[in-house]
């Protein structure tokens, strides 16, 4: 099959929704499909059939910085659909209606038209501002021939927001990358390592950390050490705001070739999102790399990987028990273990190699269908 991603941002990121497309994609070309990305603008040369649309520009917004495409030429929009032809678009929704829009407007009525839905609103208004797209996407919505999304949370708004009635699939990565993590050697101290690998901004609750592990009991504090993995506008002030008497270290950005190392040599890998996610990739990465313990922010996206456990959940807003949380793991190894053979038993069902075949179904039954029609 010739598949496009239909992704209205940039493949020079490695956010959540890039991942899931460059994992996803990667593997189907590995299964010998034809592999295509239609974005809105991307400077990358190491992959393949990448088609650049137009700009974009970058607004705040769901508490996070995000890109949005400026109006993409509609000429080269149909341009390329005409020459291309695609069996399948695979469209991350939500979309622009100032490009994804079009794309699905000019697509012909032989191509299958999937979407993948993303995204959790993290208050009231974010969820009103998407009721609000819906209304700028039209009849565009009703093209498509299947709606997925990547957790049940996520199932239920697209239903309340979009009126999109979409099936649960999860967001998957290849775990055979991550499984090659090793305990890097500056980690093999006797401290207790915590890892923190995130971007530093107030979603993913960066200061909310700090201000637990400053408060952790002294003697226990001192038996471990906490390394802050990322970049972003918060470093300066979470540095400012770390203990004088507490091992804290900024390693700055972390690439994803360095990444499974660093959450292989986590015993207590801690994803503190405030709120706003509607799965939680990163805790899946520590998950495969072998991190001792993964635990998160108790978050509607978070809580449908780590929900089965409600050690592995924990109010990060709320300081005195984020702290106590942190104290429990960092006291009792038994527990850690326990945790992680769960862990270690729950992620094979997020493997590529298990959701990618899924995927491939679904192409071919909605090809199937409308070649038929």
Not at 145 to 156: F, G, M, Q, T
Request: hydrophobic fraction near 40%.
């Amino acid at each position: 099959m010739k598949i496009g991603f239909v992704l209205d941002d940039t493949l020079d990121k490695s956010d959540g929704v890039q991942q899931h497309v460059l994992t996803v994609g990667a593997w189907l070309k590995d299964q010998g499909h034809e592999v295509h990305y239609l974005v809105a603008d991307t400077t990358r040369t190491d992959i393949e059939n990448v088609h650049s649309l137009g700009r974009f520009v970058n607004v705040r917004y769901n508490k996070n910085n995000v890109r949005t495409p400026l109006p993409a030429s509609r000429k080269k929009i149909k341009a390329l659909l005409e020459a291309e032809q695609f069996d399948v678009l695979h469209v991350q929704v939500p979309y622009s209606p100032l490009l994804g829009k079009y794309v699905i407007k000019y697509t012909g009525p032989r191509t299958a038209v999937i979407g993948t839905f993303h995204i959790l609103p993290v208050s009231r208004i974010h969820g009103y501002s998407n009721q609000a797209l819906r209304l700028l996407l039209g009849r565009s919505i009703k093209r498509f021939d299947k709606i997925l999304a990547v957790s049940e949370p996520a199932v239920h708004f697209a239903r309340k927001a979009y009126g999109m009635k979409a099936d649960y699939l999860p967001n998957p990565i290849d775990i055979s990358i991550f499984r090659e993590g090793r305990r890097l050697p500056e980690f093999k101290s006797k401290k207790l390592t915590i890892i923190f690998l995130e971007r530093l901004v107030r979603r993913k609750g960066i200061m909310e950390l700090i201000h637990a592990y400053n408060h952790l009991d002294d003697e226990l504090a001192a038996k471990t050490e906490l390394i802050v993995c990322g970049k972003g506008p918060l470093k300066s002030k979470a540095n400012q705001h770390v203990r004088t008497d507490r091992n804290v270290v900024f390693k700055g950005y972390v690439s994803e070739k360095e990444k499974p190392n660093y959450l292989a040599s986590a015993d207590i890998a801690v994803f503190p999102s405030t709120g706003g996610e509607s799965f939680g990739i990163v805790l899946l990465e520590a998950m495969a790399a072998g991190s001792r313990v993964v635990i998160g922010g108790n978050n509607a996206g978070y809580a449908s990987i780590l929900g089965q456990q409600p050690y592995l959940l924990f109010n990060p807003s709320d300081q005195q028990a984020f702290t106590e949380h942190l104290e429990l793991f960092i006291r009792d190894e038994k527990l850690r273990d326990k945790m992680y053979a769960w862990q270690q038993t729950t992620i094979g069902q997020y493997d590529i190699s298990v959701v990618g075949p899924k995927l491939v179904k679904i192409y071919k039954e909605a090809l199937a269908q409308r070649t038929a029609a």
